[in-house]
């Protein structure tokens, strides 16, 4: 379902992607399809190590922040949502 919504915004132009710098995507879970971002930029951030490993094998999971873009993949407990959030907009520099 989240794979549908981020094509969606991107296809409808909601969503616009940079024209340069990483793409940080945090906690996708396996199943999510990133596809529709270019692939060469997103990097992936999850301490979750099934999660990590599978997405470690078509995405970058070790650039550094600043990023130039951040998608949050949001968990259902809220306190952890707004962990992420926190997180993204510290390490998220858009230019």
């Known amino acids: ?30 199943g999510d399809d990133l596809s529709a971002l270019p692939q060469d930029r997103v990097v992936v951030v999850t301490g979750f190590k099934p999660d990590h ?13 600043p990023y130039a873009m951040g998608i949050v993949c949001l968990p259902r407990a809220r306190e952890a949502a707004r962990a992420l959030i926190a997180q993204a907009a510290a390490e998220v520099a858009p230019r």
């Open 1 to 30: 379902m989240r794979s549908a919504r981020l094509t969606l915004a991107l296809e409808t132009g909601a969503l616009t992607v940079p024209a340069a710098g990483g793409i940080a995507v945090y906690r996708p879970r396996i």
């Open 53 to 65: 490993d599978h997405f470690a094998r078509v995405y970058s999971v070790t650039l550094a922040p």
